[in-house]
């Protein structure tokens, strides 16, 4: 098999025995992106001459003798919404097409310093809104398992570059399932971890309290692999939580004798594809076979979950996009009378569709006369949403859900209409809205041929379980073994 086509955990054991070289491995994955991602349009930025340089200085330490990180060596990809000092930052937008920060995002600083190989930056959906990766003003990345297909959004090119054999890994950021559900439809682990566990310093924020970084890996034991790298208490953001995190590998037995799973009846009803449903019961039915235990139950306000987040998402990224003026950095209008028309020029050419779509929902909710009823009732039901899980974790130690309502749509197919584009979401929004880890997972192909996702919610800051529920699962079947022919 190609190095390109091993996992982390593969590759990291082959470099420690000096099978192979970082160098090797690095070579061989710029190798098939010469060869797909012609076809795959997941790349906004490829660092090929910077990518062999980090990969000969972990060569140097191995010979050196020097002891390495689980991931050092190994070629990865970062969204491009997440700072990387000197290398174009653009989140997908012409606001930002010429942005290079003068500083690294935590996570891609931690990543540095244990040694990881960043090949580049990934496509995704401008400033991470939308569903699909059409809406980056850069390129529309494709489905590797049809290019006719969008790979899911807004972290599309970090999937479909792990499931291209383009990166070993990628992160994207989630602040409504923009990792689970391109993960799903791309046919790779993906996880949002709990709100808090990653620092999101350096992160370009969409939706400030709903963001979180995670991983895209091939298999779960690579995602256990990547979380340790990535999670940890971090100063620089006020909203990281100051715990004690552990070493995620050790969840990786495979015993759910006992587990209690839930699943809830308003994931699998109306709405929910046929081979869908179908995918996530025979699942079921495969933890069953394993000694867990699953029954069904309700949660009412999951019908409530999207309005909250759309409104509260918009809002928040109403205030945080008022930075982009053409002053500070970033794209500047040319023709323009005053300050003021300045500003409007500068965001009416610099920000795409969907962008200002969100904007303008969210100023109008924040609005006076407006807020009280829209934002206020929106974190109202954010509430009780978290409420209602919390209580249903009393019970149960995971829920389990489709990831969403179909496999992978065609290119432009709900482009022209916001609202169906919406609802793909479904599934996905109430878990940031509570803040909880989930993680998804390949459990079918439908008829087509198309990977279906798996979802896998846990308590916050229960990572553990929710691995040790994936990883149980994957050595019973082989779901992960699915590759698309590029």
């Known amino acids: 098999m190609a190095l390109y086509a091993l996992t982390l955990h593969e590759l990291k054991n082959a470099l420690r025995q000096k099978q192979v070289s970082s160098e090797e491995i690095t070579r061989s994955v710029l190798e098939r992106v010469a060869q797909v991602e012609d076809k795959v349009q997941g790349y906004i930025t490829l660092l090929e001459e910077e990518a062999i340089r980090q990969a000969k200085a972990v060569d140097n330490k191995i010979a050196a003798g020097e002891k390495l990180s689980d991931i050092a060596g190994i070629p990865m990809v970062l969204k491009d919404n997440i700072c990387t000092e000197d290398i174009l930052t653009t989140c997908a937008s012409k606001m930002l097409y010429n942005f290079k920060p003068p500083y690294n995002a935590t996570v891609a600083a931690k990543l540095a310093k244990q040694d990881a190989v960043l090949l580049g930056k990934a496509n995704m959906d401008e400033f991470a809104m939308g569903s699909s990766t ?9 489905n590797p398992y049809d290019i006719t297909l969008v790979p899911g959004g807004s972290s599309g090119g970090s999937a479909a570059v792990v499931a291209a054999d383009e990166a070993v890994y990628a992160l994207g950021s989630d602040t409504g399932g923009s990792i689970r ?10 996880m949002k971890p709990t709100y808090g566990a990653v620092s999101r310093y350096g992160l370009v924020a969409f939706a400030s309290s709903l963001d979180q970084i995670g991983p895209f890996t091939k298999d779960v034991a690579d995602c256990a692999l990547v979380l340790n790298a990535i999670c940890g208490y971090d100063k620089m953001d006020s909203t990281s939580a100051n715990i004690v995190y552990p070493d995620y590998t050790k969840a990786l037995t495979d015993n759910i004798k006992g587990l209690k799973i839930g699943v809830p009846k308003e994931y699998i009803g109306e709405g929910i594809s046929e081979s869908v449903k179908n995918a996530v019961l025979k699942s079921l039915e495969t933890f069953k076979s394993l000694g867990a235990e699953y029954e069904e139950f309700s949660l009412p306000l999951n019908d409530y979950a999207l309005s909250a987040y759309y409104l509260i998402s918009s809002a928040e990224a109403s205030s945080n996009l008022a930075r982009y003026d053409g002053v500070k950095y970033g794209y500047k209008a040319e023709k323009f009378n005053d300050l003021l028309d300045l500003y409007m020029q500068t965001r009416s050419e610099g920000f795409g569709t969907e962008v200002k779509r969100r904007i303008m ?17 929106a974190q109202q039901v954010r509430t009780l949403i978290k409420q209602s899980f919390d209580k249903a974790f009393e019970k149960y130690d995971v829920i389990i859900t489709p990831t969403t309502p179909t496999t992978a749509f065609k290119l432009d197919e709900k482009s022209s209409d916001p609202l169906e584009m919406y609802l793909a979401d479904i599934c996905t929004v109430s878990v940031n809205i509570a803040g909880l880890p989930a993680l998804v997972m390949p459990c079918g192909l439908d008829d087509g041929g198309l990977p279906i996702g798996l979802q896998i919610i846990g308590k916050g800051f229960d990572e553990q379980m929710i691995l040790r529920t994936a990883y149980s699962f994957e050595q019973h079947t082989a779901h992960n073994k699915n590759r698309p022919n590029l």
């Open 134 to 142: 059409e809406n980056s003003y850069f390129k529309k990345t494709k």
């Open 181 to 190: 559900q391109p993960a799903a439809f791309c046919g790779v682990v993906g």
């Open 361 to 377: 929902l969210g100023t109008y909710a924040l609005s006076s006369g407006y807020y009280d009823a829209y934002y206020k009732k």
